[in-house]
């Protein structure tokens, strides 16, 4: 791997994108420590302590509302929408037709995403704004409306800087800063862990290397995980084109063990923890507040409710992405078949059934990945300050650098060959 980035650095060509993209996540990084406009810093300082920074929001956009700052809500509302546009994208036929049209029509789904991206934006902000009410110099309407706006222009500016790191940098622009900001409190938890080791004696630090064993095992079965998949062979039958024999050719379709991936955790802990997220913007009474404590990640319920979501949403999600119907059709359509299987409804049938075989496979495993850190929490009574939608977002950004690194220099290499 560091051989690759060695490499990938003396190709002038590469290393511009590797220094643009890393140019951009300063910038975002900056923008984190802007502080709304008339907000009061004194205020800030004396309740950073009490605010919770452990729901998925937070995690998305990488402490910013701990900040109070101008990119608060970060690449969460693009995020959300890029979401909803996928769903809809299956769920409506104009949205599918289109995005059957190739790459003109994804260029107007990615238009109507930025749109929806800035209604989610405003209404977020102004949520926000209102749980940020007390910690205004000079409240005021004038006040509210500024910082409403300015959490919509940093949000909508998080987005561009997202697309043009897609554009013209190195992997895709939305992971690389949800990336960068979950590594950017990487300090704040390596000092934990250490005054966590130090604070208790030899027993302490005995925890903490199991700990550490732990997630390190945990990260290596993310990896596993993240390349697993199930090849179907598909067989395509030969044709005769005058006295030549055209296709016989065998293949294979892979359907990966991580179809829904992150997105189950995702939706998931976003469901769990869309209680505590109101409750954040508004207030609330005990009752509401038991209902958050029994629906916390900690919590035995919590937990048992959380691995339930992520099957259903793994199943959910599976069942959008893979149409088996429409590729038994397809592969009828061009002289494919599956060895064994008869063509048509035996065929969408059989990918049914794999499908949801290798679907549960998936859940299974990331609901493991996802519960290690709260299972730590309950053995060691330390919170390990992530989750496991924190885990696959880096091993699974990690992966996918390399991958764009390996792309580009492969790249560079037909280009060359192809010029001699």
């Excluded at 802007?34 to 605010?51: N, R, Y």
């Excluded at 395509?236 to 829904?260: C, D, E, N, Q, W």
Aim: aromatic share 10%.
């Amino acid at each position: 791997m560091f051989k690759l980035f060695s490499n990938a650095w003396k190709v002038t060509e590469v290393r511009n994108k590797i220094l643009y993209t890393l140019l951009i996540l300063v910038i975002v990084r900056l923008g984190a420590h802007i502080a709304l406009p008339g907000i009061d810093i004194v205020a800030i300082k004396q309740s950073m302590e009490s605010f919770s920074t452990g729901t998925l929001y937070n995690i998305i956009a990488g402490g910013y509302n701990s900040n109070w700052s101008m990119f608060a809500m970060g690449i969460g509302p693009y995020i959300t929408s890029s979401i909803i546009m996928q769903l809809l994208t299956v769920a409506i036929p104009k949205l599918e037709q289109l995005n059957k049209e190739g790459e003109d029509g994804r260029k107007k789904i990615r238009v109507y995403t930025r749109y929806l991206t800035v209604v989610l934006a405003v209404i977020q902000g102004i949520g926000v704004t209102r749980s940020y009410s007390g910690m205004f110099i000079n409240p005021s309407m004038f006040t509210y409306v500024i910082s409403v706006i300015t959490l919509v222009v940093g949000s909508t500016l998080v987005m561009w800087l997202a697309e043009q790191i897609t554009a013209k940098g190195i992997t895709n622009g939305s992971s690389m800063i949800i990336f960068v900001n979950i590594v950017s409190n990487l300090p704040s938890g390596i000092q934990s862990l250490i005054y966590y080791g130090e604070g208790g004696g030899a027993k302490s630090i005995a925890m903490l290397a199991a700990m550490l064993i732990i997630l390190l095992l945990d990260i290596v079965f993310i990896v596993l995980l993240h390349g697993g998949e199930r090849r179907l062979p598909v067989q395509y039958s030969s044709k005769m084109l005058g006295r030549h024999s055209v296709g016989g050719r065998s293949s294979f379709m892979p359907i990966k063990v991580s179809t829904a991936g992150v997105i189950s955790i995702i939706f998931a802990i976003s469901l769990i923890q869309f209680p505590q997220t109101i409750g954040q913007f508004f207030s609330t009474g005990e009752t509401f507040a038991k209902v958050v404590s029994i629906l916390n990640l900690t919590s035995p319920v919590g937990a048992a409710i959380y691995i339930v979501l992520i099957f259903i949403f793994s199943y959910f999600y599976a069942s959008i992405v893979i149409n088996p119907n429409e590729i038994a059709e397809n592969m009828k359509k061009n002289g494919g078949f599956i060895p064994g299987i008869r063509p048509g409804q035996p065929t969408s049938a059989y990918i049914t059934r794999v499908v949801n075989r290798i679907t549960f496979v998936g859940a299974v495993s990331y609901a493991i990945v996802a519960f290690v850190p709260i299972l730590l929490e309950w053995v060691f009574g330390f919170s390990v300050g992530f989750g496991g939608t924190t885990l696959i977002i880096v091993v699974g950004v990690c992966l996918d650098i390399v991958k764009s690194l390996e792309s580009q220099m492969l790249m560079r290499h037909y280009k060359g060959f192809l010029n001699k």
